[in-house]
């Protein structure tokens, strides 16, 4: 299904910095962070990419900020960001002044990320695009600060017209 196709692949590193970059129109992830760790994530421009955006199975002090996260559409689960390593850790993460625009599944997923920060970005539906579950979404046992985000719905999701669903 191609769905490892990845932009670029940070794996069991630490210290890298992904700056300036454009991600487009891959099989898989724009980026995947695997086993990783201080790493940081600026200005970049991550686009039409077929399974996520960026995806974190593994992370520890991961920065994303100022960045431009949009269009993602192809294959479940279709997120501009997804926090999701069962059996890993993923702690201390920030996701920060980031503009989040036409993304299928939803903006920000996380599943098992503790000491997660999610301040000050801008979410938005789009014309035309219909959310599968929602901007922000996070399951249970998770740890969450989330503040002073921007949230604009059109038609809502599945969930309704709900920014944030636990």
Not at 31 to 40: I, K
Not at 58 to 63: A, S, V, Y
Not at 120 to 147: C, F, K
């Amino acid at each position: 299904a191609h769905d490892e196709g990845h932009g670029i692949c940070v794996w069991d590193s630490n210290n890298v910095l992904i700056d300036n970059m454009e991600l487009r129109d891959v099989t898989g992830d724009g980026s995947l962070v695997l086993d990783a760790s201080n790493v940081t994530f600026t200005a970049n421009n991550i686009h039409h990419n077929r399974r996520q955006e960026i995806s974190i199975v593994g992370g520890l002090k991961i920065e994303i900020r100022d960045n431009d996260i949009h269009h993602i559409s192809g294959t479940s689960p279709q997120f501009g960001i997804d926090i999701e390593g069962p059996g890993r850790e993923d702690e201390d993460i920030l996701i920060q002044n980031n503009r989040f625009h036409h993304n299928t599944g939803g903006d920000v997923v996380n599943a098992t990320g503790v000491n997660v920060f999610i301040l000050d970005n801008t979410m938005e539906q789009g014309e035309g695009n219909t959310y599968v579950d929602g901007p922000l979404v996070s399951w249970h046992r998770t740890h969450n600060v989330i503040a002073r985000n921007t949230i604009t719905m059109v038609d809502g999701s599945v969930n309704g017209r709900l920014g944030y669903i636990q």
